[in-house]
């Protein structure tokens, strides 16, 4: 793929923070937006009207007859992973953002956010082969760069071979990465992928997201022929959406399904998106909800 990708960072970034701010995002539990289990219990202290009403420990409360919030231990420089699938698959869509468009205004988004609370990001991306492997980093020069290199089209292409890239992710991450993404459209998956998945889970916390366009889900509904293109074999075939459709809706479910069972054979959070509903809103609440569940 030549030149750059089609993506508008600021817009992304300003989008999902201003979600968050809509969810009440507080201080006290940013750190679980990213670590699940990683803030250190530290104590109840009275609740004030600053504090969003949900963070109250209303069994506690009732027995001092008062309102309490929990408070935890500031953790700093958590150690943030991205395994960014750049495969023949992801160049790829019929909205406005092609697959790796999307994922890649996810990532600055959730990247600037790491990086504006001086933690570190780091990544590598894979198809056939894992290329750019950058340790984590802090500091705006680190993330335009990590932008960069995702907006770059040169860096697109090739079979995507998910089991590699864990089997990579294992050999080279230690312990002190606190969580690791992992965003594919996770079309290519098989039994090997379900054993890896769960291993790194086991040492990671781990977060999937999976982003599809609409196209992976059905076909859509024209007069006349379409030619299909096979992004990864160049094999074409042509159809006519009108009869094949109930056929490729069914292949197409048959194949999320067996995503979803190993979605939830793993210990890792996931989130499903597809490229024609803006990603702000349902990923803001995806993070909340991973962050509460852990209060």
Not at 285 to 295: D, E, T
Request: proline share 3%.
């Amino acid at each position: 793929m030549k030149g750059k990708l089609n993506v508008d960072v600021p817009t992304s970034i300003n989008d999902l923070q201003s979600m968050m701010k809509d969810f009440r995002l507080k201080d006290q539990i940013y750190k679980l937006l990213f670590r699940g289990k990683g803030l250190e219990f530290e104590g109840f202290r009275d609740y004030t009207p600053d504090d969003d009403a949900s963070s109250i420990d209303w069994k506690t409360s009732s027995r001092v007859q008062k309102p309490l919030v929990k408070q935890y231990k500031e953790e700093r420089d958590l150690n943030i992973m991205f395994i960014v699938d750049v495969g023949d698959n992801m160049v790829f869509g019929s909205t406005e953002k092609l697959k790796c468009e999307y994922v890649t205004e996810i990532i600055a988004a959730l990247g600037h956010l790491i990086v504006l609370s001086n933690d570190k990001v780091g990544f590598f991306l894979f198809s056939n082969v894992i290329s750019n492997y950058v340790e984590c980093k802090t500091g705006q020069n680190h993330f335009h760069f990590f932008v960069d290199v995702l907006s770059d089209g040169a860096n697109y292409g090739g079979k995507t071979n998910l089991n590699q890239a864990l089997d990579f992710a294992m050999d080279y991450f230690d312990n002190s990465i606190a969580s690791v993404f992992i965003i594919s459209d996770f079309l290519s998956v098989n039994s090997d992928t379900e054993k890896k998945l769960s291993l790194l889970s086991n040492q990671f916390e781990t977060v999937l997201i999976q982003v599809k366009d609409p196209l992976d889900i059905t076909l859509p509904d024209v007069e006349g022929e379409v030619v299909l293109e096979d992004a990864e074999t160049s094999e074409q075939i042509i159809i006519n959406p009108k009869v094949a459709k109930k056929t490729y809706e069914q292949y197409a479910l048959e194949q999320d399904n067996k995503v979803q069972e190993l979605f939830e054979k793993t210990k890792a959070d996931t989130l499903s998106l597809v490229t024609s509903i803006p990603f702000a809103e349902p990923l803001a609440l995806f993070l909340m909800q991973r962050a509460q569940k852990n209060i």
